[in-house]
Every structure is written in C-alpha cells, then in structure tokens.
C-alpha cells in the first residue's frame, strides 16, 4: 500500500504545480523498496498544463497498481481493491484524502514492514 501512497503523493506536487503527467506506468515509477521511496523517471515529455478535471494521473496510478500487484491481485485487501478498481475523485487531493482513509480505517493503518533479501 506504501507504493500507492507515494504515488498519490506525485499526484498531489502535480497537482499543486498545476500539472497532468500524462504517462504514469510501471515503467515511469521508481521504486525503492529499501526506503520506501518513489519517484517518476520517465515519460516527462507527455507533462502538460492540467485542464480543470482531468484526472488521467490518477486512474495511471490505478492501472499501475494493478500492474505491480500482478497475480499477487487475488491476496490484496479488498478495501486495496475496491480503492484501485474505483473511479478517482474529482483532484488529486480529495483522491488522497479516500485513500488515507482506505488505509486509516479499513487497514487498520499504517504498518512498516522491513524488506528482507
């Protein structure tokens, strides 16, 4: 759940600089598992002034955690679920905020669990 968490982060910074990324995939996410980190490399050249409601960025992030779940898909939590397989909110803001909550009340919060090889 932490990947999608720091994707709705993304969401938000491009949504504050007035932004639409465009191209949020597995292959424009960086991931570190190590930290807890991500950050997008790639497909900046699709990056474009938001028009008012477009919420592409998000339904990337949907489809790029689907993606990443990949046949792991059948264990998620159905609240994971049913927040990935939904329709985003109408900004990235009011989408983080449902997922907070997903994570907040359905999960039963936040958990750090340490990456092991």
Same mark, same amino acid.
């Given at each position: 759940e932490w990947i999608i968490s720091r994707m709705k982060n993304m969401a938000c910074v491009l949504t504050y600089s007035e932004?639409?990324?465009g191209g949020i995939t597995p292959d424009a996410v960086f991931i570190n598992p190590w930290t807890h980190e991500a950050?997008?490399?790639g497909s900046w050249h699709k990056v474009q =002034? *938001?028009?008012p409601a477009d919420v592409s960025d998000l339904k990337g992030i949907r489809? =790029? *955690?689907r993606m990443l779940?990949?046949?792991g898909i059948q264990a998620a939590p159905e609240p994971v679920l049913?927040?990935?397989n939904g329709k985003p909110a109408a900004d990235a803001y009011e989408d983080f905020a449902r997922w907070d909550e997903v994570i907040e009340k359905k999960l039963g919060g936040r958990h750090f669990t340490k990456f092991e090889l």
């Open positions: 932004l639409v990324h950050a997008l490399f =002034t *938001a028009a489809d =790029t *955690a779940l990949g046949e049913e927040f990935i």
